[in-house]
């Protein structure tokens, strides 16, 4: 389901980084987490028709053990001193422009953020789902790969 993940956490791992945070971690990305610490979904599309909105996730954040950019822990903290993102959002992917998939601490709905309109405020939120897990579930292949099995 990933691929490039980092290395496998471990319960002791998570209780580190929620001890970092100073929370606890949503039960579903946790259990997400243990299985795939970060990486690329070979899925990597979302579509809500709703909203008209199609983006791709460039990659998942990774916990402790750092194989992209920034570590999960370390970019909430850094969002959150700087004042850059509300408390209740945790930043777990990004898509290729930078913006962030979220999940709502408050009520577990996933949202993205659009971080290029500036202040974030609600015209810069759009919600994608109401749990972690339906969101990874509703991930699709690009309509632009349609070759790849040729």
């Given at each position: 389901?990933?691929?490039?993940?980092?290395?496998?956490?471990?319960i002791?791992?998570?209780?580190?980084?929620?001890?970092?945070?100073?929370?606890?971690?949503?039960?579903?990305?946790?259990?997400h987490?243990?299985q795939?610490?970060?990486?690329?979904?070979?899925?990597?599309?979302y579509?809500?028709?709703?909203i008209?909105?199609?983006?791709e996730?460039?990659?998942?954040?990774?916990?402790?053990?750092k194989?992209?950019?920034?570590?999960?822990?370390?970019s909430?903290?850094?969002f959150i001193?700087?004042?850059?993102?509300?408390?209740?959002?945790?930043?777990f992917?990004?898509?290729?422009?930078?913006?962030?998939?979220?999940?709502?601490?408050?009520?577990?709905?996933?949202v993205?953020?659009?971080?290029?309109?500036?202040?974030?405020?609600?015209?810069c939120i759009?919600?994608?789902?109401?749990?972690?897990e339906?969101?990874i579930?509703n991930l699709?292949?690009?309509?632009?790969e349609?070759?790849?099995?040729?």
């Open positions: 389901m990933f691929i490039e993940c980092s290395t496998q956490l471990t002791s791992d998570l209780n580190d980084v929620e001890t970092k945070l100073g929370f606890n971690l949503p039960e579903e990305l946790k259990e987490y243990l795939f610490n970060g990486g690329i979904p070979v899925k990597p599309c579509y809500a028709q709703d008209d909105l199609e983006t996730i460039a990659a998942f954040s990774s916990m402790k053990y194989n992209s950019s920034t570590l999960l822990e370390e909430y903290l850094d001193n700087r004042g850059a993102l509300p408390k209740k959002y945790l930043p992917a990004n898509d290729w422009g930078g913006n962030l998939f979220c999940m709502d601490l408050e009520t577990g709905n996933v993205l953020i659009w971080m290029d309109l500036g202040e974030v405020t609600e015209r759009n919600f994608l789902s109401n749990s972690f339906t969101f579930n699709e292949k690009c309509e632009d349609c070759c790849e099995d040729a």
